[in-house]
C-alpha cells in the first residue's frame, strides 16, 4: 500500500484530513513509533457499533482494562456490553513468554486481543490501538477497526524525557499532562532535574531551609510565579503514581557538586574558600561548587539521598556531575588544597573521584544506582578520556556536542552502561527552526531541526557488539526557557515523536518521508485535544 505524507492544508483548515486521498488511511497511518511488524488484512476486523464485551483480562490488567474502555468510548462512542451478540469480543492478556513491554495486537473476524509480557507490554498495545483509531479516518468513522495484527517491542529499553522545574517550576497538574502525552509514544522514564542554582524543587523534611530559601528565586513575585515553588513529598508520591499506572518510571535528579547555588543559599558554609566572596543567591550560580573537603557536605547529602530513595521507587537517582567549573573552585580552594596533598591527588579534577566516592556509598546503601553525566577530559573533540575515574555500576548520559563517539568508546571499554541524549540531536530547549526563538529567557541557543532529531541513530551505525551497552535513549527539555507546560510540549513536539520512534523502532525499518506522513495525524490529534504542538510546516514538503 502507498502511504504520502498529507499536505499540511489537511492540517490547518479545520484539522480535517477530507482532502487527502484515502490510500492515505489505514490502520498504520498513524503509528509512532512505528512498529516492528505491521500485517493489514483485507478480511473483517471488528465493527464497534454493538459495544464490546471483555472475555478475559488478567485480573492485574484493571488499570489497562479501564484504558481501553477509555480509547474505545473517546475514539468510537462505543460501551461495554456483556450481552455476547452483535458485540466485539475483547481479550487482555499477559503472556510471560514474551519480552516485557513486547505485545501483539490482533483485530480479526469482530474480535480484538492485545497480549503482551506483562502490563507493560498490554498498555504499549493499548497505546498503539489508540493510534490505529486516530489515523484511520473512515474505520474510525464507522465505528470499526480494520483487519489487522501487530507483532512489535522496543529497541531499547529505558526511553526517557526530561523535564527541568528547577529553572521554572511546573505544578503537579502540568507534570501529569507532560506524562500523558509521552505514554501515547512508548516513552517510559520521566526524568524530573529537580535540584540547580536556580532552584531546590524537593521537600527534604530533615532540611526545611532547602526548599525555605532555595524554592524562592524572587520573593516579591509570589509562590506562583514560574521560578517559584517546591514539591511536597505527596505531591511527587502523586505524580509517582500517576505515571506508575501509565507504565513510567519517574527518576530524580539532584544535581552535584556544580549547580548548587540554591543549596549554597541556604548553606553558604558549604562552599569553596576561594577568590569569589561574592554572596550567594538563588538563580546567580557564580559558577560554585560544593566544597569536597566539608564533611557536613556528605552528611547532608546523606540525609537528602535517603529522603530521595524512600520517596521515589525508581532503581536510579541522578546526581549530574556535569558542568562543574573545578580549577576555580576546588583548584583555588584552601581546604581542598590541603585535601589534595594528603590524599597525594595532583590534578583538582580528580578530587571527583574522592567526592562522588562518598556520595555513590550513600546511593548504594539506600539501594539505588547512580546516574551521571558523562564528562571527558575535554568539553570539545578532541577528548581522549573520562574527567574521572567512573565507576563501573555508574550509567553515563552523553550529551556534549561531537563528544558521544568518543563516550560510547569509553563506556564500552570502561564497562558502563549509556544512555544516549546526544545534543546535536536530543535537546529539545534547543529551537526547531531560525527564527522560532522562545520569547522568554531566550539565550541563544543553537537550532535543531525536526528532521534532524529523526536522523537520530542511537547506535551510531556501530556493530551491534559495539552498541549492546547502550541501554538507552533520552530527549531532554532544559528550563531556562520554559515558563510553563505550554511551552513545554510545544518545545518537545513533533521532535519528541522522532526520538520516540529513534528509542523504538529498528533503524532498518525508519524511514523520514514514512515518518512524516505518520506524524500529521498525531499532530493534529494533539492540537484537537489541547495540547501546544508545532506544525512543521517545513516538513510538508517533499525533500
Given at each position: 500500500?502507498?502511504?504520502?505524507?498529507?499536505?499540511?492544508?489537511?492540517?490547518?483548515?479545520?484539522?480535517?484530513?477530507?482532502?487527502?486521498?484515502?490510500?492515505?488511511?489505514?490502520?498504520?497511518?498513524?503509528?509512532?513509533?512505528?512498529?516492528?511488524?505491521?500485517?493489514?488484512?483485507?478480511?473483517?476486523?471488528?465493527?464497534?457499533?454493538?459495544?464490546?464485551?471483555?472475555?478475559?483480562?488478567?485480573?492485574?490488567?484493571?488499570?489497562?482494562?479501564?484504558?481501553?474502555?477509555?480509547?474505545?468510548?473517546?475514539?468510537?462512542?462505543?460501551?461495554?456490553?456483556?450481552?455476547?451478540?452483535?458485540?466485539?469480543?475483547?481479550?487482555?492478556?499477559?503472556?510471560?513468554?514474551?519480552?516485557?513491554?513486547?505485545?501483539?495486537?490482533?483485530?480479526?473476524?469482530?474480535?480484538?486481543?492485545?497480549?503482551?509480557?506483562?502490563?507493560?507490554?498490554?498498555?504499549?498495545?493499548?497505546?498503539?490501538?489508540?493510534?490505529?483509531?486516530?489515523?484511520?479516518?473512515?474505520?474510525?468513522?464507522?465505528?470499526?477497526?480494520?483487519?489487522?495484527?501487530?507483532?512489535?517491542?522496543?529497541?531499547?529499553?529505558?526511553?526517557?524525557?526530561?523535564?527541568?522545574?528547577?529553572?521554572?517550576?511546573?505544578?503537579?497538574?502540568?507534570?501529569?499532562?507532560?506524562?500523558?502525552?509521552m505514554a501515547r509514544y512508548k516513552y517510559n522514564v520521566l526524568q524530573l532535574h529537580l535540584t540547580d542554582d536556580e532552584g531546590w524543587r524537593m521537600e527534604i523534611?530533615?532540611?526545611?531551609?532547602?526548599?525555605?530559601?532555595?524554592?524562592?528565586?524572587?520573593?516579591?513575585?509570589?509562590?506562583?510565579?514560574?521560578?517559584?515553588?517546591?514539591?511536597?513529598?505527596?505531591?511527587?508520591?502523586?505524580?509517582?503514581?500517576?505515571?506508575?499506572?501509565?507504565?513510567?518510571?519517574?527518576?530524580?535528579?539532584?544535581?552535584?557538586?556544580?549547580?548548587?547555588?540554591?543549596?549554597?543559599?541556604?548553606?553558604?558554609?558549604?562552599?569553596?574558600?576561594?577568590?569569589?566572596?561574592?554572596?550567594?543567591?538563588?538563580?546567580?550560580?557564580?559558577?560554585?561548587?560544593?566544597?569536597?573537603?566539608?564533611?557536613?557536605?556528605?552528611?547532608?547529602?546523606?540525609?537528602?539521598?535517603?529522603?530521595?530513595?524512600?520517596?521515589?521507587?525508581?532503581?536510579?537517582?541522578?546526581?549530574?556531575?556535569?558542568?562543574?567549573?573545578?580549577?576555580?573552585?576546588?583548584?583555588?580552594?584552601?581546604?581542598?588544597?590541603?585535601?589534595?596533598?594528603?590524599?597525594?591527588?595532583?590534578?583538582?579534577?580528580?578530587?571527583?573521584?574522592?567526592?562522588?566516592?562518598?556520595?555513590?556509598?550513600?546511593?548504594?546503601?539506600?539501594?539505588?544506582?547512580?546516574?551521571?553525566?558523562?564528562?571527558?577530559?575535554?568539553?570539545?573533540?578532541?577528548?581522549?578520556?573520562?574527567?574521572?575515574?567512573?565507576?563501573?555500576?555508574?550509567?553515563?548520559?552523553?550529551?556534549?556536542?561531537?563528544?558521544?563517539?568518543?563516550?560510547?568508546?569509553?563506556?564500552?571499554?570502561?564497562?558502563?552502561?549509556?544512555?544516549?541524549?546526544?545534543?546535536?540531536?536530543?535537546?529539545?530547549?534547543?529551537?526547531?527552526?531560525?527564527?522560532?526563538?522562545?520569547?522568554?529567557?531566550?539565550?541563544?541557543?543553537?537550532?535543531?531541526?525536526?528532521?534532524?532529531?529523526?536522523?537520530?541513530?542511537?547506535?551510531?551505525?556501530?556493530?551491534?557488539?559495539?552498541?549492546?551497552?547502550?541501554t538507552g535513549v533520552m530527549a531532554t527539555l532544559w528550563g531556562e526557557a520554559i515558563s510553563d507546560v505550554n511551552r513545554a510540549s510545544y518545545m518537545t513536539y513533533?521532535?519528541?515523536?522522532?526520538?520516540?520512534?529513534?528509542?523504538?523502532?529498528?533503524?532498518?525499518?525508519?524511514?523520514?518521508?514514512?515518518?512524516?506522513?505518520?506524524?500529521?495525524?498525531?499532530?493534529?490529534?494533539?492540537?484537537?485535544?489541547?495540547?501546544?504542538?508545532?506544525?512543521?510546516?517545513?516538513?510538508?514538503?517533499?525533500?
Amino acid at each position: 500500500m502507498k502511504f504520502r505524507s498529507m499536505a499540511i492544508s489537511a492540517l490547518m483548515c479545520g484539522l480535517s484530513f477530507t482532502a487527502v486521498s484515502q490510500d492515505v488511511f489505514s490502520p498504520r497511518s498513524a503509528l509512532v513509533p512505528l512498529p516492528a511488524e505491521v500485517v493489514v488484512s483485507s478480511g473483517p476486523g471488528a465493527d464497534f457499533r454493538g459495544g464490546y464485551s471483555i472475555l478475559s483480562a488478567d485480573s492485574s490488567l484493571a488499570g489497562e482494562a479501564a484504558e481501553l474502555g477509555r480509547i474505545l468510548y473517546l475514539r468510537l462512542g462505543a460501551e461495554r456490553n456483556e450481552a455476547e451478540e452483535g458485540s466485539v469480543r475483547v481479550s487482555l492478556a499477559v503472556d510471560p513468554s514474551m519480552g516485557r513491554e513486547a505485545y501483539q495486537l490482533v483485530c480479526a473476524g469482530g474480535t480484538l486481543d492485545i497480549k503482551g509480557g506483562s502490563a507493560a507490554g498490554v498498555w504499549n498495545g493499548l497505546m498503539t490501538l489508540d493510534q490505529i483509531l486516530i489515523g484511520d479516518v473512515p474505520s474510525t468513522a464507522a465505528r470499526s477497526i480494520a483487519a489487522v495484527k501487530i507483532t512489535d517491542s522496543p529497541r531499547f529499553g529505558y526511553r526517557a524525557l526530561m523535564l527541568d522545574p528547577a529553572r521554572n517550576f511546573l505544578p503537579v497538574e502540568d507534570v501529569k499532562r507532560y506524562i500523558d502525552r509521552m505514554a501515547r509514544y512508548k516513552y517510559n522514564v520521566l526524568q524530573l532535574h529537580l535540584t540547580d542554582d536556580e532552584g531546590w524543587r524537593m521537600e527534604i523534611k530533615s532540611h526545611p531551609e532547602l526548599t525555605d530559601v532555595g524554592a524562592f528565586r524572587n520573593k516579591k513575585d509570589g509562590a506562583g510565579a514560574p521560578h517559584n515553588g517546591f514539591y511536597t513529598h505527596d505531591d511527587l508520591r502523586d505524580i509517582i503514581a500517576y505515571a506508575a499506572e501509565r507504565h513510567i518510571e519517574v527518576v530524580p535528579e539532584l544535581d552535584i557538586p556544580g549547580h548548587t547555588a540554591a543549596l549554597l543559599a541556604a548553606h553558604p558554609e558549604m562552599r569553596c574558600l576561594n577568590s569569589d566572596t561574592a554572596s550567594v543567591a538563588v538563580g546567580e550560580s557564580h559558577n560554585l561548587m560544593l566544597c569536597a573537603s566539608v564533611d557536613e557536605v556528605y552528611t547532608l547529602y546523606g540525609d537528602i539521598i535517603r529522603e530521595v530513595a524512600e520517596v521515589f521507587p525508581s532503581r536510579y537517582i541522578h546526581l549530574g556531575g556535569d558542568e562543574s567549573v573545578i580549577e576555580r573552585n576546588w583548584g583555588e580552594c584552601e581546604r581542598d588544597s590541603v585535601l589534595m596533598a594528603q590524599k597525594g591527588i595532583s590534578s583538582a579534577s580528580q578530587i571527583m573521584n574522592h567526592f562522588f566516592a562518598r556520595i555513590l556509598d550513600s546511593v548504594r546503601s539506600n539501594g539505588k544506582k547512580a546516574i551521571l553525566w558523562c564528562e571527558l577530559d575535554n568539553i570539545y573533540p578532541p577528548a581522549n578520556d573520562y574527567l574521572f575515574d567512573y565507576p563501573s555500576d555508574v550509567t553515563l548520559v552523553t550529551w556534549r556536542y561531537g563528544l558521544t563517539p568518543k563516550c560510547i568508546e569509553l563506556t564500552r571499554k570502561h564497562g558502563n552502561p549509556l544512555i544516549m541524549a546526544p545534543g546535536e540531536y536530543a535537546y529539545l530547549d534547543y529551537p526547531q527552526l531560525k527564527g522560532d526563538l522562545p520569547e522568554w529567557n531566550n539565550w541563544g541557543m543553537p537550532v535543531t531541526p525536526l528532521r534532524k532529531s529523526y536522523e537520530f541513530d542511537p547506535g551510531y551505525g556501530l556493530p551491534a557488539d559495539e552498541q549492546a551497552h547502550i541501554t538507552g535513549v533520552m530527549a531532554t527539555l532544559w528550563g531556562e526557557a520554559i515558563s510553563d507546560v505550554n511551552r513545554a510540549s510545544y518545545m518537545t513536539y513533533p521532535r519528541g515523536l522522532a526520538i520516540a520512534e529513534a528509542a523504538w523502532t529498528p533503524v532498518e525499518l525508519r524511514s523520514w518521508d514514512d515518518f512524516r506522513s505518520r506524524m500529521w495525524p498525531n499532530i493534529s490529534a494533539m492540537m484537537r485535544e489541547g495540547s501546544a504542538v508545532r506544525a512543521p510546516y517545513e516538513a510538508a514538503s517533499a525533500e
